[in-house]
């Protein structure tokens, strides 16, 4: 028997765990063309929550009572499509399960095992990666000595972000939700300075550790933490906003204050989302794949095991358990 | 005997008369090098709200006790600057009085007269005329067919902001807060539609005018027509921030609501200040000025005659009351 992850219940605030059911259903079976593919990692991201709510938010919405879907890493243990071949890594979006038939391999990617661990083809060497590149480089546009504040910089996301600007030349600071995250950013990802926001005052914190300014904020939370960096912000700063995850799981919204900062400090704040960017994923993984291998950069993936924990794993993720990247891990590879 | 306005009280919210005195001062004598200038028009601006505070905005505050500063069209009645003869028309910064003599002639720039009417080298050829170009088109980038709406529409940026839009194949909608700036726009600057903020639902009225979403928000007010913008805002939006002026004459801040549309729909939100573009303001002047001098664009100028009607000229501005650019002639040309 097959294993699923169905969601049951539009969460109000917070997802929790009567949000989800795990259900036993039939194994899958594949006609002419498709493919078969054996679930090794589950991506939990941030960007889920919103699809749990009813209406659109950059990516429809679940519906009830059928699977939960993110990116998933798989091995191809059944083919009957010639751009596949059983034992290749794969990832796309797919049903959280133990199995899924896909059907004529569409939207189905091949991994480059070559380019590193096959799970950083849904962080580091994926989607999450180029997202962070994106964000740091390409709208951040951090010149040599440039204060870059990253939030939830012990993130996925975040941490790539760090290390890009780092390696730009860039002072980089760092805030997450606890000492453990703090520690890994500064002695596992080379950050200049990072605090932990929930025990530290955030104007505080930005005086001292971005005392020239900050010229470019990499926006994961949105909220306070963006209002802060509103206030701190030098002028012409580059705020490239990737999520606004501390408004996700708001009943109401309490509104941003100081807005006038983009005017008065000439800010550019540029939202954006990954799949418009997606062609740029070939020359990225060509120009960074090398930098993990070698060990310049780092990336932490937090693993936890079996697709009955998934739920109680997305959920933890969103209240800010993890450090770094968390997968749920289905089979072995 | 010469005549000034003096700023004497830093307001609370609006500004009223009280925080401003009219005071009669011995006339202006002037020494090597400098100049005297007979004041002609003097600009009324919504930025100038701003000054009036003590800290610093994008301008620096004005001192209490001194005269009231901002641009100013003048005619050089003396000088002993070879740079300046008499019957030159300048502008530049200057002190709200008379007559005023600038040390060494520092800030003060011909007026080319042979471009048009001299007042419009503090409006349509000045400054306000930049602000609206590099707004509605170099940030604004408007594709033929794009929808894009500007708030203070019949303001002195707004209304050439439609015009260059309109120019550019957009469809051009604007709000404003009386009958007759609505009715302006639409007969005078060529607006597709318009309606009056005060008397319409905001939203009922975007999704009127804007069937097909918004492509480009002109914003000079901030507030809840920022935030009607955030929600008819189509994907890839660009919003030029200009202004806030629905927050300058606030005491508090209410927080901008629906922010997250930033990143959902990837909207580009740039606040600019035109002293960044100044080096733009010769080529601007050649390619707009025959457009006025031939009447394919309209400018409008509200003039109030008399210093002595200066500090109401401008409250009353500030209130909406003005149609386009308000002046205050000090003297005939």
Redesign the interface.
Known sequence: MNTRILFVKRPTGWADPSCFALESCPEPVIGPQDVLVQALYLSTDPYLR?RMNEGP??APGFALNKPVVSRVVGRVIASQNAKFAVGDHVWGFLDWAQRVAVPRGEGLYRIDASLGRVSLAVSALGMPGLTAWVGAIELGMPAPGDTVYISSAAGAVGQLAGQFAKRAGARVVGSAGSDDKVAYVLERCGFDAAFNYKTTDLDAALREHCPKGIDVYFDNV?GST?EAALRHANV?ARFP????IS?YNEVG?????????????????????IY?HIHKLPAYLARVAPWFRSGEMVFHEDIVQGIENAPAALIGMMQGEAIGKRLVQVAPE
């Open positions: 919103g938010s950059y949105g963006l012409a906003v990737c999520g606004m408004a919204d309490r509104g941003i204050r100081g807005l006038q900062a983009v005017l008065s400090k000439r800010i550019t704040m540029t939202g954006f989302i418009d």
